[in-house]
């Protein structure tokens, strides 16, 4: 099985920015509906947006407006770039095809949103 790798976490304060990256080699990215995943402490895993191979983008209500998905074809790479970030955005971000088929998980990259 194909395992995704993320990268591009880290600490920021609210409001801030940062850019998540996720490498998936192989055609996995190019060929599947593909999604951010995010799991914080004691909460299940939830997806918060995706994008379709045509590059329909969907956003859960809590990031909609803060946070864009985009792909990479070319370079197996997709990205997810947040803004105006919240402490509530806090948590291990995964990605993984959409809806989840039971493929491998990453490491995930951690977030944290504090001041």
């Known amino acids: 099985q194909v395992q995704p790798m993320e990268s591009g976490g880290g600490l920021v304060q609210p409001g801030g920015s940062l850019t998540l990256s996720c490498v998936a080699s192989?055609?996995?990215?190019?060929?599947?509906?593909m999604g951010w995943y995010r799991q914080a402490p004691g909460k299940q895993r939830e997806l918060v947006a995706d994008i379709t191979t045509g590059n329909r983008r969907i956003y859960a209500d809590s990031v909609k407006g803060r946070f864009t998905i985009s792909r990479d074809n070319a370079k197996n790479t997709m990205y997810l770039q947040m803004n105006s970030l919240k402490p509530e955005d806090t948590a291990v971000y995964y990605c993984?095809?959409?809806?989840?088929?039971?493929?491998?998980w990453g490491q995930g990259t951690q977030v944290t949103v504090s001041s």
């Open positions: 993984n095809t959409a809806p989840y088929a039971g493929g491998s």
């Open positions: 192989g055609s996995t990215l190019r060929v599947n509906r």
